[in-house]
């Protein structure tokens, strides 16, 4: 196994971090409440890396997440992730919820579909639920049935699901970060 790295840096939806080893992402740690809580989390996921200074390609993934999560429409598609733990199926789900452009969603049936059984909808969500690097591997992008939210494991739940669906512009037909602003106050956005 190669040396493994991780970093914490700040955006626009708080403190994230970021693992690597020299194949690519190993982890992505949404929020947790502080850049302390984000470390803690992500040093237990990933015990066996060292804080460090990330290196240029590392901090162009870093650029490129910080670019989405401010409002900016990117594909990290070329973002290199290192799935040499991740299960044979989940790399086959991951590879079609990567295709999936930003501002644009699919079902978990959808995934299931295209891996050729309907019938796999459930351990499509279960996959999306052990994905080792959100937003990179957007699992955000994938819905239950009918456009709803469906579940997300990573801190905040749903609302950071939303949060992430919204500023990327998808409308998965539930509520938006602005819900909560008087109604004068939403048509000045």
Not at 13 to 34: K, T, Y
Not at 95 to 102: C, G, H, L, T, W
Not at 139 to 159: E, I, M, N, Q, Y
Request: hydrophobic residues 45%.
């Amino acid at each position: 196994m190669s040396q493994r790295h991780f970093t914490v840096f700040e955006t626009p939806i708080g403190p994230c971090g970021i693992a690597w080893s020299e194949a690519g992402l190993v982890a992505v740690q949404l929020p947790e409440g502080d850049a302390d809580g984000t470390r803690a989390r992500l040093m237990k996921r990933v015990p066996d890396a060292a804080e460090a200074v990330p290196p240029p390609v590392i901090a162009q993934a870093i650029a490129a997440i910080l670019a989405l999560l401010a409002g900016e429409r990117r594909d990290l598609r070329d973002i290199a992730i290192d799935d040499s733990a991740i299960p044979a199926f989940n790399r086959r789900v991951y590879a079609i919820a990567r295709a999936i452009p930003p501002g644009e969603t699919m079902t978990y049936g959808a995934i299931a579909e295209r891996l050729g059984d309907k019938l796999l909808a459930r351990a499509v969500g279960q996959a999306m639920g052990e994905n080792p690097t959100p937003i990179v591997m957007p699992c955000h992008r994938v819905l239950a049935a009918s456009g709803k939210t469906g579940g997300f494991s990573a801190p905040g739940g749903v609302d950071t699901k939303l949060k992430l669906l919204t500023i990327e512009g998808a409308q998965p037909g539930g509520p938006t970060l602005f819900d909560d602003l008087p109604l004068a106050a939403r048509g000045r956005r």
